[in-house]
């Protein structure tokens, strides 16, 4: 049974992280550099959150925020659900699927952030394990998921 540690055994270290006090504007430029769809936000070394695309568009061009003079703190996600090593592939569709979200902020066995599992990294484990038995209808839960524009 696949668990969260698995999962983010098959990714790359995360590398995409900002200061919590960088401005909006140094982000989405970050965001462009890395081409993803979010990034870990830190103090320091401490995690403090995920700050997306959708945060920007939510909480700064519709709010009508100036993204060279809002920091990250400011519009970062921090209301994510949690998910740890030990917890199971479907444990992670399932919760991903009740919270409404994209990502899942996972914790390792010392409750230390440990990455970030996105809706993507659990549509490539359910189409790579489906031939072990997997539920073939939770990749089709994901994918509608994925199109409905939920919240982050």
């Not at 990250?72 to 998910?83: D, G, K, S």
Request: aromatic fraction near 8%; include cysteine.
């Amino acid at each position: 049974m696949l668990t969260v540690k698995n999962i983010l055994e098959t990714k790359a270290p995360v590398s995409n992280t900002i200061d919590a006090n960088a401005t909006v504007f140094d982000a989405l430029k970050k965001l462009s550099e890395v081409d993803l769809s979010y990034l870990v936000v830190q103090e320091g070394q401490n995690f403090k959150g995920i700050f997306s695309e959708r945060d920007y568009s939510r909480n700064v061009a519709l709010k009508g925020r100036n993204s060279k003079e809002t920091s990250v703190y400011e519009v970062m996600a921090t209301n994510l659900p949690r998910v740890k090593w030990t917890d199971t592939l479907e444990h992670c569709i399932e919760t991903l699927l009740q919270a409404k979200t994209r990502y899942l902020l996972a914790f390792d066995d010392a409750n230390a952030f440990a990455g970030v599992v996105t809706i993507h990294d659990l549509l490539r484990q359910v189409l790579a394990t489906k031939d072990s038995g997997f539920n073939a209808s939770a990749a089709q839960q994901l994918i509608d998921h994925d199109e409905k524009g939920l919240v982050y």
